[in-house]
């Protein structure tokens, strides 16, 4: 992989030549039974590079910190001096890529990027997260958000993502923790639960923030699991439709096949 410095906020899921192409995933894998990026790298030709993006430890406080989060993945690849070839995102890591993808190069030379059932994080998708990861509790709270957890401002209004993301986790925490104390298991596995489920809140504010950047100029293939309806707003550049399950779509043969012909075709200019 071309670049001297230590990347700080990407993970190495494949090493691939020292020259080699080098493709950026995005996506939040944690705790999740499906198969990710992890899988797909395996698929991949030898000689790529493959990194992933690290999620954000905590929510951000206000859109400001939420830029700056989004920025650091950005400004690590062009300060480590490497060369991207592609950005590839999972469901909700759509826009931080397609910001990525924009922004590691110019209306010409942008990376390529590949979305994979592309989807928006919204409001809904944070409190259906949080809904589900309680759900996963032992012992977990009867009604689908538990009394005492208000998902509007004092005057009714939705919450930004961010309020809303700090106030699910605060509440899946201290649900997380009442659980223990009821089973007499220790804090510390649910304060892990706990600490993950903040990550994954941090990473879909980030990704939500993105999506309401201006984007459009990359190169984009699109590729979407069985019975996946695709926002019209995001029908853009080339389409696969495929009857793979959505959970093993990242460790599918073929879809990494489709994934690096797209990589590695000629560019076509139109004059």
């Known amino acids: 992989m071309r670049g001297s410095q230590v990347l700080t906020t990407w993970d190495e899921l494949r090493t691939g030549d020292a020259n080699g192409p080098v493709m950026l995933t995005v996506d939040f894998e944690g705790g999740r039974a ?18 992933a993006a690290r999620p954000p430890e905590r929510v951000p406080g206000d859109e400001e910190e939420a830029s700056r989060a989004l920025a650091r993945w950005r400004d690590d690849i062009t300060a480590g001096g490497v060369e991207v070839a592609g950005v590839l995102a999972n469901c909700a890591g759509a826009p931080i890529a397609g910001y ?34 309680l759900a996963s509790l032992p012992a977990a709270p009867a009604e689908p958000v538990p009394a005492g957890v208000d998902l509007t401002d004092g005057l009714g209004e939705p919450l930004g993502l961010a309020v809303l993301a700090r106030r699910l986790s605060r509440s899946y925490r201290d649900h997380a923790g009442g659980v223990a104390e009821r089973l007499g298991v220790s804090q510390d596995l649910t304060a892990d639960l706990a600490r993950l489920f903040e990550r994954y809140m941090a990473y879909l504010v980030v990704a939500g923030l993105a999506a309401d950047r201006p984007q459009g100029r990359s190169h984009t293939l699109t590729i979407t699991s069985s019975g996946f309806t695709l926002e019209e707003a995001r029908d853009r550049g080339e389409r696969i439709g495929t009857d793979v399950p959505r959970a093993r779509l990242l460790a599918d043969a073929g879809v990494a096949t489709a994934i690096s012909d797209f990589l590695v075709r000629p560019p076509i200019f139109l004059v």
């Open 34 to 51: 499906v198969a990710g990026f992890r899988a797909l790298a395996k698929l991949l030709p030898q000689e790529w590079t493959v990194l």
């Open 100 to 133: 990525l993808a924009e922004s590691l190069g110019g209306a010409a030379s942008a990376p390529r990027l590949v979305l994979l059932d592309p989807a928006a994080a919204s409001a809904d998708v944070l409190v259906e997260a949080y809904r589900t990861a």
